[in-house]
């Protein structure tokens, strides 16, 4: 009797080991390539042309550049860890930039951007909860990159490589307006 015991257990095992190998297969098939850069893709739940209410402090300057990029990361988003630390390449953005800090704590925020000097050397923001871009543009989506022309917002994509952005942003350089010297 006891044998038989021993068997169902030992059959057991074996069906619950070969379930979380083939559970492991098939997470493994979710989970991108780091190696492999997938080209931006633009946010559909997001509604081009808006502004929002209020601009995050330090993010004002936005409002009225020709063009302008705001940088979605949070704390808690392994690819935003990956374009945060460089893995993906440098973060090369526009003048007109700012890197929003997505987190659930001002702590944890500010601890990502210690960790993080890459991020330090753009105009930067934490938005606690994600609050500002839920409430202004009625998403919670990280990485993603939005683009303003003079404070509208005229794209938003999301990324996952730090190179894939200037060329997204090359498709929104306004033009360098001539002075006349009458």
């Not at 500010?110 to 050397?121: N, T």
């Not at 939005?146 to 005229?154: A, C, D, N, T, Y």
């Amino acid at each position: 009797m006891v044998d038989l015991f021993l068997a169902v257990g030992l059959f057991l095992l074996t069906v619950a080991v070969v379930g979380l190998f083939a559970m492991m297969g098939e997470l493994a098939a979710r989970v991108p390539d780091e190696n492999v850069v997938v080209a931006p893709r633009p946010i559909e739940e997001i509604t081009l042309g808006v502004t929002p209410e209020s601009w995050l402090d330090g993010a004002a300057h936005l409002e009225g550049a020709p063009v302008g990029v705001l940088v979605v990361l949070s704390t808690s988003c392994a690819s935003c860890q990956r374009i945060a630390n460089g893995s993906t390449g440098d973060l090369a953005l526009p003048p007109e930039s700012f890197v929003l800090i997505a987190s659930g704590t001002q702590e944890r925020a500010e601890s990502f951007l210690a960790e993080h000097p890459m991020l330090r050397q753009h105009r930067h923001g934490i938005d606690v909860e994600g609050t500002w871009l839920t409430r202004n543009f009625g998403i919670n989506i990280s990485p993603s990159v939005l683009i303003f022309e003079r404070g509208r917002l005229s794209s938003a994509h999301t990324f996952t490589s730090a190179t894939t952005l200037p060329e997204l942003f090359a498709g929104h350089h306004a033009p360098i307006k001539e002075e006349s010297h009458a």
